[in-house]
């Protein structure tokens, strides 16, 4: 597994988040590198992103300053350069930034308006699920799909094929289409080289809810991106590892991932655990906002999950703050 830590180590200079970037020439190289060249974009002979240098330059510049569009990079980059241990490592990457510097975390917060984290939500647009003003191809969704999973039998086995294989991407054109027994297989003879290969992919459903709850918890359910599709992406491979290798089991030292096994054992579509409820609500709202956007329900399906894992104080504290007193008075206890 690749270690992060190092990565969310406070900064030296101007600890613990560094200095503001923004307009340092370093990170528009970066930001550039990672776009490739737009100018031969739509050439036959574009020339690819550089990813290697790519995940060079946002490692560096992540020593410097604790910047989440920096962390955005460098989970995309890993991926690429990586596969899916590299994706891993970005989601963790990411919600430990959430976790650790929310205080301090740039882009800043809007101290002119009630700190209000918009520069942030806007900094993890190429997280979410729905439309964004980002090409498909700058998504993480895109990265995840495009990560490659383990090599075996002389070939590349990618999150692409695996959904393919099970009919939820088409094959591209040109290309013959993945088939079940071809992923079987191939996870198969990679998890007889090295039982450690499919750590990261038997954990991912618990690292993509890891950083969709550490979103929601900062942000608030209606401005956090959505991550259903993909939670949905991250269950399915799981899923497909697991019956290839049902033997394999991910690190259990934590709850959290012993959650990840209840999940997995359950029948496809069966709601297991609330982390199941909350992917489905997720995955609700994505559907309306894709096929019905001018429908309210979204808005009152956020609010009912941002309630989820509160207690009845918490829940009437959010809803209706005004009745508290009386609550209060009714059971017999002292407001806090």
Known sequence: MIDVEPLLAPTETMPPAGIDLEYDPAFLALDALARGNPERQFEALAEPTAWPDVLEASQ?????????????????????????????????????????????????????????PALRVN?????????????????????????????????????????VAQGRLAAAQGESAATPARVEGMLADALARDRDTLAEGLDLPRAVQALSDALTGRLGAERAPLLADMLGTARLVAAQMHAAAPQAEPQTETAPQAGVERRMTARPGEIATREDAVALLDSVCAFLERTEPAHPAPLLIRRARGLMGKDFLSVMRDLAPGSLDQIHLIAGTKPE
């Open 60 to 116: 560096a510049l992540l020593a410097k300053s604790k910047d989440l569009r920096i962390g955005v990079v460098y989970a995309r980059a890993a991926s690429r350069v990586h596969g899916l241990a590299g994706f891993h490592a970005g989601l963790r990457l990411l919600t430990g930034l959430f976790e650790r510097y929310w205080d301090t975390l740039y882009p800043p917060l809007d101290a002119d308006d009630d700190n209000d």
């Open 123 to 163: 900094a993890l647009a190429p997280l979410a699920d729905a439309y964004t003003p980002f090409a498909e191809s700058e998504t993480l969704l895109h990265d995840l799909r495009e990560s490659e999973v383990c090599r075996a039998r002389g070939e590349r086995l990618t999150v692409r094929d695996m959904l």
